[in-house]
C-alpha cells in the first residue's frame, strides 16, 4: 500500500491518494475514509493485529502531525488512543516480533526539536517507555526486524548539526532498552537509507544520503547480527536516498521504490531485490526517477499514482541471488515504503513502463 506524500507539483502538491501494488503493477484504491494529506509519515504493518498503521508526518503547511490511522485492507479508520506520540515527522517505526508490539523511534517536531523517544503499539495504545539506554536524537533513521536475531536494528539518521550530522552508529531494541552495536565494518554515516528483512530474515539496506544532501549513495549492505557485510549486486539501482524499502513476502523479494537523486530530482522507479548470487550480469530496464522521492512531474501515468515524495506504502506478502532488477517504473516518488511481510533473494531488479533507458551494472 502507498499513501499520501508530496508530488511536487503546483496547486495542491502534498496529496491522501491510496495505492495498492499486487506484484505488477499500481492501482488507485477508493476507500471511503481516508488520512488527511501529508507526506514524511511513519508506517508499518502490526502482524498482530495485521493491520497497517500510519502515524504523524507534515500537513500541506508544515506542521507536524500527531495522528494515528489504521488500515484494515478495505478501508482507513481513524484511531482514537488514550496516549500518543508528541507530533512529528521523520520517525522511525518497525514491528518487534519478540514482543508482537510496533516500535516507533525519534523523528523531528516543532522547531526543529529532534527526538529520542520510544514508544510502542499494541493494537489499541501507545506507550512511551523509559529505556535506561537511548540512541542521540534523530530523524529519518533506517529502522528494520532483524529476524534471524529477533530484535529490531536501528541504522544512522540525520541530527540536523550544522550540515555535519549524519550518524552511523548502529543500535538494537531489546524490549526494554537499547544497545549500541560495535561492528567491525559499517557502512558510512547516512540518512534516509532504507532497511528491511529479507526472506531468510537478513536485514538489507540500501542508498541514503550525506548531510549536505549532495550525494545520493547506491551501495547494498547486510546485518549479519553483529557486523554488516557490503554485498555487490550485479544490477544495482541508481543512487538515492529516502526510497521506499520493504519485504514482500507474496512475491518473496525486497521491494524498493522512488526516492530523490543526487540532484534532488523526483523518481519513480521501482525494484526488487532477490537474495543469492547470480553467476552472470544481467541487464535490466528502469525508469528515469529514483528511489528517494517521485518525479517532478504531477501527470499520472496508466499504471501508476501520480509522482510523489515522503509518502507511505507498504505491501501484503511471502518470498534469495544477488541482483537489482528494474520492476516496474510508473512514474512516482515516495519517501517512504513499507511492505507486508518477509521476503528474500539477493537480486535487485527494476521493472519500467515510463520507457527509461535500459540500466546496466
Known amino acids: ?96 516480533a ?58 544512522g539518521g540525520d541530527t540536523n548539526s550544522g550540515g555535519t550530522g549524519v550518524l552511523g552508529d548502529t543500535w538494537v531494541w531489546t524490549g526494554d532498552t537499547w544497545s549500541e552495536e560495535s561492528p567491525v565494518t559499517s557502512p558510512s554515516g547516512r540518512a534516509s537509507a532504507s532497511l528491511a528483512a529479507d526472506s531468510n ?60 537523486d543526487q540532484g534532488s530530482d523526483f523518481l519513480a522507479d521501482t525494484w526488487s531485490f532477490a537474495g543469492q548470487t547470480e553467476p552472470t550480469t544481467t541487464t535490466s530496464t528502469t525508469t528515469s526517477s529514483t528511489v528517494a522521492a517521485p518525479l517532478a512531474s504531477t501527470t499520472s501515468t496508466v499504471s501508476g499514482p501520480l509522482s510523489r515524495a515522503s509518502s507511505s506504502l507498504a505491501f501484503t506478502g511471502t518470498g534469495t541471488t544477488l541482483r537489482w532488477t528494474a520492476v516496474l517504473g510508473i512514474c512516482l516518488v515516495l519517501l517512504a515504503l513499507v511492505l507486508f511481510g518477509l521476503s528474500g533473494h539477493r537480486t535487485f531488479r527494476s521493472v519500467g513502463r515510463c520507457q527509461p533507458p535500459p540500466w546496466k551494472e
Request: proline fraction near 9%; include cysteine.
Open 1 to 96: 500500500m502507498l499513501f499520501g506524500g508530496d508530488t511536487h507539483g503546483a496547486g495542491s502538491p502534498v496529496v491522501n491518494s491510496t495505492w495498492q501494488w499486487n506484484g505488477q503493477t499500481w492501482s488507485e484504491l477508493t476507500p471511503v475514509t481516508s488520512p488527511p494529506p501529508r507526506y514524511g509519515a511513519a508506517m508499518a504493518f502490526d502482524s498482530a493485529t495485521n493491520q497497517l498503521v500510519l502515524f504523524g508526518g507534515y500537513d500541506p503547511t508544515d506542521s507536524p502531525l500527531s495522528d494515528t490511522w489504521i488500515w484494515d485492507g478495505t478501508n482507513w479508520a481513524k484511531a482514537a488512543p488514550p496516549a500518543s506520540p508528541e507530533a512529528r515527522w521523520g520517525a522511525s517505526m518497525t514491528y518487534d
Open 98 to 155: 519478540a514482543t508482537h508490539e510496533l516500535v516507533l523511534f525519534g523523528g523531528c517536531c516543532t522547531g526543529d526539536s529532534f527526538l529520542q523517544d520510544t514508544w510502542t503499539w499494541d493494537g489499541t495504545t501507545w506507550t512511551q517507555l523509559s529505556p535506561s539506554t537511548s540512541p542521540p536524537p534523530r530523524e529519518f533513521a533506517a529502522f528494520g526486524f532483524d529476524a534471524t536475531e529477533g530484535t529490531p536494528v536501528l541504522f
Open 201 to 260: 530474515g537478513a536485514l538489507v539496506l540500501f542508498g541514503g544520503t550525506n548531510a549536505s544532501f549532495s550525494a545520493a549513495y547506491s551501495d547494498t549492505w547486510v546485518w549479519t547480527g553483529t557486523d554488516w557485510q557490503q554485498e555487490a549486486p550485479l544490477t544495482p539501482p541508481p543512487g538515492r536516498y529516502g526510497e521506499g524499502f520493504a519485504a514482500d513476502s507474496t512475491s518473496g523479494q525486497v521491494l524498493l521504490f522512488g526516492g530523490l
